[in-house]
């Protein structure tokens, strides 16, 4: 956080760099948006493969064919959820919440992707509908669906509380719904889950301080986010135990709701849609042999 009342003077040239205008660090020209009318066609008679529901301030895995759509739906009450997304056969292809942000901005929504981590790097979901679209950005600069915020964690809770022990954050949901759906030992289960697309949350940076807020969720029993899987996912899904996050998360004050994940398959895959390749960047990393 930055201080209100900063220690050292503006030199001489201070004025003239905060009116420099900035650079986009990554643009993305040469990454054209998708043409979703196949992705939107292939639709038309699917057929529901399962229903997952995500029990309020709980966590569950759920398996996605590439080629195949998921929504993630709320359902009884507002509610926000933290989404983790693996390789199916191979836990340590996962997304990777930073480089999908510097791609797409800090929130996602209709035509964004979700990204794998290094050395991986390829597309791994495709956003088809947000049934939220028309939120945007509002006056404080909050937006829905973030890709800024971590996920709750009982480490800060711990750090935060003064050695608080809570076991229902979402780390630690997720934690335990990749271990029982790989029938994994925890502590390694643990390794496996990481940075999160924040569902329905309604997030944003304070203007004077830069701190990362939240505010209420404008989300309601049958809004959906929908996904089109690029490659074959296993994908988990946590009920954050601060509900719509309008107050606070990590305790069991906050009315929280279960959410609904469904699983599609089409009757043919979109026109002309392929399974992307790995990163072509051959890994030598400046050096031969």
């Not at 948006?33 to 699917?46: E, Q, S, T, V, Y």
């Not at 966590?59 to 993630?72: K, N, Q, S």
């Not at 942000?101 to 947000?130: E, F, K, N, Q, V």
Request: proline share 8%; hydrophobic share 35%.
């Amino acid at each position: 956080m930055k201080p209100s009342h900063p220690e050292h003077a503006a030199p001489a040239h201070g004025a003239a760099m905060q009116q420099i205008a900035p650079v986009i660090c990554y643009p993305v020209d040469g990454l054209p948006r998708p043409d979703l009318a196949p992705f939107r066609a292939a639709r038309a008679g699917w057929q529901k493969l399962s229903e997952t529901l995500v029990p309020a301030r709980d966590a569950r895995c759920f398996d996605l064919p590439a080629g195949h759509f998921f929504r993630i739906t709320s359902v009884e009450g507002p509610q926000v959820g933290d989404l983790n997304l693996w390789n199916a056969q191979d836990l340590h292809e996962r997304f990777y919440s930073g480089k999908t942000r510097a791609l797409h901005g800090t929130h996602l929504s209709t035509g964004d992707r979700m990204w794998t981590a290094h050395p991986y790097l390829r597309p791994m979901a495709l956003i088809t509908d947000d049934s939220l679209d028309w939120y945007g950005f509002d006056a404080f600069g909050g937006a829905v669906h973030d890709v800024i915020g971590t996920r709750c964690d009982p480490y800060t809770h711990n750090l935060l509380s003064k050695g608080g022990q809570y076991h229902h954050c979402c780390h630690s949901n997720l934690t335990r719904a990749l271990a029982d759906a790989r029938a994994l030992p925890l502590a390694e289960a643990e390794r496996h889950v990481h940075d999160v697309l924040n569902v329905f949350m309604c997030t944003g940076f304070t203007r004077d301080t830069g701190q990362y807020f939240m505010k209420a969720s404008p989300v309601r029993p049958g809004d959906y986010l929908e996904f089109f899987a690029e490659i074959d996912l296993l994908g988990a899904l946590s009920a954050c135990p601060g509900g719509d996050c309008s107050s606070e998360h990590s305790s069991d004050s906050a009315a929280c709701h279960p959410l609904l994940v469904e699983v599609f398959r089409p009757l043919a895959p979109p026109a002309g849609w392929v399974s992307p390749m790995v990163n072509g960047y051959d890994r030598s990393h400046g050096r031969n042999g």
